[in-house]
T-cell receptor, first 110, second 115 residues
Framework: GQNIDQPTEMTATEGAIVQINCTYQ??????LFWYQQHAGEAPTFLSY????GLEEKGRFSSFLSRSKGYSYLLLKELQMKDSASYLC???????????FGAGTRLFVKA | DTGVSQNPRHKITKRGQNVTFRCDPI?????LYWYRQTLGQGPEFLTY????????KSRLLSDRFSAERPKGSFSTLEIQRTEQGDSAMYLC?????????????FGPGTRLLVL
């Protein structure tokens, strides 16, 4: 079957660092995406990993280990506006179908 | 280009009625996707178009759902004989279809409430 697991909720403090983990089991793999979604809004693209290793983009970094079926999203210097759901998604072979996890709701407190 | 747009943004209907939603993708994107999202869940894949061809449809999609993309540009999603369980956010996304990364860019969604 196809399955993506990520924690339901996390809480962190403004200015801190938080790591959101994602494990996946899918029939095919053509890359892993992280999206941010604020309540009532559409998901917005954050990062893409297709090769093992760390991709850094400003305050956000994403890591992938294909052999372990594992990824994480690292958020540094947390801001209140980072309070949102973070969706881990895996693109099936050929990129036709993307499977999304249920999302991790991050609460950033002062 | 202003990104993916969807209309209407909100729709309230009575059970048994038909509804139709429209999606206008980013102009140069030839791939278009429909998803459904309920509270506390991630987007659930419904169907996918490459240009005007519907290449994949979720087995979860009942026969009451149909989607078209007649000229390979905008797309419509119709739900016939709506049920209360159809209440959800319907998201459209598009991608460029080039080699390598297939980042999907989402529209604002249409929120459907079936009474």
């Amino acid at each position: 079957g196809q399955n993506i697991d990520q924690p339901t909720e996390m809480t962190a403090t403004e200015g801190a660092i938080v790591q959101i983990n994602c494990t996946y089991q899918t029939s095919g793999f053509n890359g892993l995406f992280w999206y941010q979604q604020h309540a009532g809004e559409a998901p917005t693209f954050l990062s893409y990993n297709v090769l093992d290793g760390l991709e850094e983009k400003g305050r956000f970094s994403s890591f992938l280990s294909r052999s372990k079926g594992y990824s994480y999203l690292l958020l540094k210097e947390l801001q209140m506006k980072d309070s949102a759901s973070y969706l881990c998604a895996v693109s099936d072979t050929g990129g036709f179908k993307t499977i999304f996890g249920a999302g991790t709701r991050l609460f950033v407190k002062a | 280009d202003t990104g993916v747009s969807q209309n209407p943004r909100h729709k309230i209907t009575k059970r048994g009625q038909n509804v139709t939603f429209r999606c206008d993708p980013i102009s140069e994107h030839n791939r278009l996707y429909w998803y459904r999202q309920t509270l506390g869940q991630g987007p659930e894949f419904l169907t996918y178009f490459q240009n005007e061809a519907q290449l994949e449809k979720s087995r979860l999609l009942s026969d009451r759902f149909s989607a078209e993309r007649p000229k390979g540009s905008f797309s419509t999603l119709e739900i016939q004989r709506t049920e209360q369980g159809d209440s959800a956010m319907y998201l459209c996304a598009s991608s460029s279809g080039g080699s390598g990364r297939e980042t999907q860019y989402f529209g604002p969604g249409t929120r459907l409430l079936v009474l």
